[in-house]
């Protein structure tokens, strides 16, 4: 989600090297952990729909899931119980440096209230990151980049676009089991997803 939020000349090489620069020790892609979310996913899609339930719905946005179980309750066990990229890339990155601090750094202040329960220690928004950038005299456009960020795949990285994570399961899904259905709505924005779920 942050490619283009620091203007167009800004790289995510120099958003790694910018945040480095800051004090962070390492910048991992969460797109690692959208990877892992979509097999978890294509696997409950499998497994439940359409014999067990009607459909499923998917994302891994707080606001949307409060919302959803909140206004439509009949709904809520419809809602993907798979575990979101960033607590999914937290668990990785705590598995193998165990006494790691983790910041999941994102557009939506709602991760807040998710990382609380879970394996992140911290979450920043853009505009806070952007915040210390600016207080450390970064200049992100003339940074030197450094190492690139290749761990996620192209998938992975369109969890961060609307209807990217239902796009991303089924086509897995058509990969691993061709000519199985998958048919898909999505909806941008809270209002629009109230008004998909209520049709």
């Not at 990382?115 to 450390?136: H, Q, W, Y």
Request: a neutral charge.
């Amino acid at each position: 989600a942050f490619v283009g939020q620091f203007g167009p000349a800004v790289t995510p090489d120099k958003v790694k090297a910018a945040l480095k620069a800051v004090g962070f020790a390492d910048v991992v892609e969460v797109a690692i952990g959208a990877d892992l979310c979509t097999i978890e996913e294509a696997e409950d899609f499998l497994a439940k729909v359409p014999e067990k339930q009607p459909f499923m719905a998917t994302s891994c946005c707080p606001a949307w899931s409060v919302m959803a179980k909140k206004n439509f309750p009949d709904f809520a066990p419809y809602i993907s119980m798979a575990l979101t990229p960033m607590v999914l890339t937290g668990r990785l990155i705590k598995k193998e440096k165990p006494n790691a601090k983790v910041v999941f750094i994102g557009p939506c202040a709602a991760k807040k209230l998710e990382a609380s329960r879970s394996d992140i220690d911290f979450v920043l928004t853009f505009e806070e990151v952007m915040g210390m950038f600016n207080a450390k005299g970064i200049a992100l456009d003339q940074i030197t980049t450094s190492d690139p960020l290749t761990e996620g795949t192209n998938a992975g990285r369109g969890f961060a676009v609307s209807g990217g994570v239902a796009k991303a399961v089924k086509d897995l899904i058509q990969k691993e089991h061709p000519g199985t259905e998958v048919k898909v709505q999505a909806a941008e924005g809270l209002k629009n997803c109230k008004t998909m779920l209520m049709m």
